[in-house]
């Protein structure tokens, strides 16, 4: 079955400074891959989606994440901290059009002044 | 439009006792999902329904039923609480399985004693 892994459970960041969150897949069929976000008591909304179109994809609040196939990567990344990104990130992938979506254990991000 | 709904948003029950959890989503998507979140595991589906009268398991269906009233709803049932079961619990829904992106209602937090 699809899995996910995603390295550091907490990552902390300076405001201004590069964000990256990383994320490796195992799936035995081109995957679709996609990052939520959660904040505080709050349920999780969707990031970003990659479909097998481009790999390079484009999400809300500036993130953008790379599928790379050779390292069976999906790492997320933002070029600017803002305090607002403090929140929960969940890497989530799915192998078949009518598969149930598999999600990674999270990762924590906390942004410093 | 509210979305995903879910009732109640705290419970706490003892040992051996039954509830039942609610969702309702008002976007007249096909597939519903009932999601557990525990620190550092991520999120693990519970049962999910593809569309309005079925229901399949997920990756950790022990201890619960479900039933997809309508289209619109899609209960979670404890019969016998076990403190194991002390979780936060997450609806969600989407247009189909796989690749359709997931909206998640704010989360009911159950503690078993």
């Known amino acids: 079955a699809q899995s996910v892994t995603q390295l550091g459970s907490h990552v902390s960041v300076s405001e201004g400074a590069l964000v990256l969150l990383r994320c490796n897949y195992s799936?035995?069929?081109?995957?679709?891959l996609f990052w939520y976000v959660q904040y505080p008591n709050q349920g999780l909304q969707l990031l970003l989606k990659?479909?097998?179109?481009?790999?390079l994809v484009k999400g809300i609040n500036g993130f953008e994440a790379e599928f790379k196939k050779s390292e069976t990567s999906f790492h997320l990344t933002k070029p600017s901290a803002h305090m607002s990104d403090a929140a929960e990130y969940f890497c989530?992938?799915?192998?078949?059009?009518?598969?149930?979506?598999?999600f990674g254990a999270g990762t924590r991000l906390t942004v410093k002044p | 439009n509210a979305g995903v709904t879910q009732t109640p948003k705290f419970q706490v029950l003892k040992t051996g006792q039954s509830m039942t959890l609610q969702c309702a989503q008002d976007m007249n998507h096909n597939s519903m999902y009932w999601y557990r979140q525990d620190p550092g595991m991520g999120l693990r589906l519970i049962y999910y329904?593809?569309?309005?009268?079925?229901?399949d398991k997920g990756e950790v269906p022990n201890g619960y039923n479900v039933s997809r009233l309508n289209k619109r709803e899609f209960s979670l049932r404890l019969e016998s609480a076990a403190p194991s079961q002390t979780s936060v619990y997450f609806c969600?829904?989407?247009?189909?399985?796989?690749?359709?992106?997931?909206?998640f209602g704010p989360g009911t937090r159950l503690t078993v004693t």
């Open positions: 990659y479909t097998s179109a481009a790999t």
């Open positions: 969600a829904s989407s247009e189909a399985l796989g690749t359709y992106e997931q909206y």
């Open positions: 799936s035995s069929v081109p995957p679709y």
């Open positions: 329904s593809a569309s309005e009268g079925t229901t």
């Open positions: 989530a992938v799915s192998e078949r059009l009518l598969d149930d979506m598999r």
